[in-house]
């Protein structure tokens, strides 16, 4: 997830069990940093949304559930990076 992180994009219901994440830009530079084996380099990535549910009155033994909706991701091969050395940061 980007740094610039704002608490709009935060929607926390705790009693209904219930966090929500909405509008989140990927940190690619970092992302990029598990791409190093792969011949694709990631130049975009947003995600529309990420809720998570937890039981409050099974919180020890029930299931959590998160689900993520609108990932929006573009990727690029490596050999068409117009500068090989963006990466070298990642």
């Known amino acids: 997830m980007n740094k610039d992180f704002n608490l709009d994009q935060l929607d926390v219901e705790l009693t209904n069990g219930l966090l ?7 940190d690619v530079n970092h992302l990029n940093g598990f791409l190093i084996d792969f011949p694709v380099a990631l130049i975009y990535g947003n995600v529309d949304k990420i809720q998570m549910r ?14 993520v909706s609108g990932l929006q991701i573009g990727l ?9 050395g963006m990466l070298a940061n990642t």
Do not use: M, R, V
Not at 20 to 26: G, H, K, T, W
Not at 54 to 67: A, K, R, V
Not at 76 to 84: E, G, M, T, V, Y
């Open 20 to 26: 929500q994440l909405q509008d989140l830009a990927l």
């Open 54 to 67: 937890f039981p409050w009155s099974n919180l020890w033994t029930g299931s959590c559930e998160i689900t």
């Open 76 to 84: 690029i091969p490596l050999s068409d990076l117009p500068d090989p």
